[in-house]
């Protein structure tokens, strides 16, 4: 430890060096310093030569550190390669077009569709091994594939092809998967509305991302913010440290909130009625509270509130909510994975029972994460109250020591 704290007085300016380097080695002789020693230094010597007029060089440094920072992260990100095929459908009827064509893609990109096109080509290795299924293939869908419909050059009309496009690590892996996505489609609108793949998938030559330039820039002046707040605020240390212990209680806290998780299914029917007969049997109150007492829901509020309460929370935590013009989503959010996935597939089983025509796209889920607290934000607020705390504590004290040393100036002696 003495090694490294005579290595930190390198920090300080060459003029104090000079003068005090000896007594300073002498006195690491007769102490036997530890960590908080090294990091006094280290501070003593940021504040020197911020003291000494020499901000611009620690402006530099935090600036260069930021480079470097942004530049490691820039270079560890993944680049993103993206493959392109566009498809034209043959003329017809627009709206039996329209339709045909969300019909296929409500079935192509359904979970089960995507599940299956992810395990066919090993898509997402490490994603698979962190997260459940059901939010790799939530992220495939929204993120990775891109589906729009081709406009005329310089006008908003909307033409009858569309472009279809895959974003992947791998530019082969990318083609492949645009591949079978496009053939899927042809092979959905086969007997409806034919489809002519008029731009095979291309094979990407150069990656789409990171803008690693981007990050570089954004870095340096993170790093040229981070010395001007240094610079700028006394005793500084005092915030994030607050922050920090606050985070500290409330981490321990959030375990206290019980966990949610939330199972989903999608209808579907070709005369719009899913919504309908689901909303149907939510509002019959006696088919509810069925549904309560045979999934054994909500126990603890029934044994304190009557039927109606537990009625009221189950509607509270049901989503339905129209996905396409004839497909709607089902969601349920509740403290037991298995108990959400039951109360969905009851609700199913009996809307499908109400309307022969409705066919279920995605199957009731059973939840693998859980979908709330989400404790990394509840710390991250946490923090930041500690810090605007720390902080107007430093404000007002720094206020009433001017203004005693304003009286002790005006104070007649």
Request: proline residues 6%.
């Amino acid at each position: 430890m003495r090694h490294l704290i005579r290595c930190a007085t390198w920090l300080y300016p060459r003029a104090w060096r000079a003068r005090y380097g000896s007594e300073f080695d002498a006195l690491m002789d007769d102490v036997n310093p530890g960590w908080t020693e090294f990091f006094d230094v280290c501070k003593g010597a940021l504040q020197m030569q911020i003291l000494r007029g020499r901000a611009w060089r620690f402006a530099a440094v935090c600036g260069l550190a930021g480079l470097v920072v942004a530049g490691v992260m820039a270079w560890r990100t993944p680049v993103g390669y993206r493959s392109e095929a566009v498809l034209r459908m043959a003329v017809g009827n627009p709206e039996d077009t329209a339709e045909s064509l969300n019909q296929a893609e409500q079935d192509i990109l359904s979970r089960r569709s995507l599940t299956s096109v992810i395990q066919k080509y090993d898509l997402y290795k490490e994603e698979r091994a962190r997260l459940p299924l059901e939010d790799v293939v939530r992220d495939m869908r929204t993120r990775n594939i891109q589906i729009r419909v081709l406009r005329r050059p310089g006008t908003n009309a909307a033409t009858n092809a569309f472009s279809l496009a895959f974003d992947d690590a791998s530019p082969t892996q990318a083609q492949a998967v645009t591949r079978e996505l496009a053939a899927q489609f042809v092979s959905a609108m086969k007997g409806s509305t034919p489809l002519e793949v008029l731009d095979p998938p291309s094979l990407p030559r150069s990656p789409m991302g990171p803008r690693r330039w981007a990050w570089m820039a954004a870095g340096v002046i993170l790093g040229l913010a981070a010395a001007a707040v240094l610079m700028g605020i006394r005793r500084w240390p005092m915030a994030p440290l607050a922050g920090l212990a606050v985070m500290l209680l409330v981490l321990p806290a959030t375990y206290l909130i019980q966990d949610q998780w939330r199972s989903s299914a999608v209808l579907r029917s070709k005369s719009g009625t899913a919504g309908k007969a689901v909303a149907d049997l939510l509002g019959n109150s006696t088919y509810v509270e069925s549904l309560i007492a045979q999934n054994d829901l909500y126990a603890k509020e029934r044994t304190k509130q009557p039927m109606s309460a537990a009625v009221a929370l189950l509607r509270q935590n049901m989503l339905v909510r129209n996905a396409d013009s004839r497909a709607w989503l089902v969601q349920f959010q509740y403290s037991d994975p298995r108990k959400a996935q039951g109360v969905v597939r009851d609700i199913v089983d009996q809307a499908q029972a109400a309307d022969a025509g409705i066919q279920v796209l995605d199957p009731p889920s059973l939840p693998e994460a859980a979908v709330s607290p989400n404790r990394l934000v509840i710390c991250l607020v946490g923090f930041l109250v500690g810090l605007l705390a720390a902080s107007s504590y430093l404000m007002v004290t720094r206020r009433k020591l001017e203004h005693r040393q304003q009286n002790a100036i005006v104070r007649p002696t």
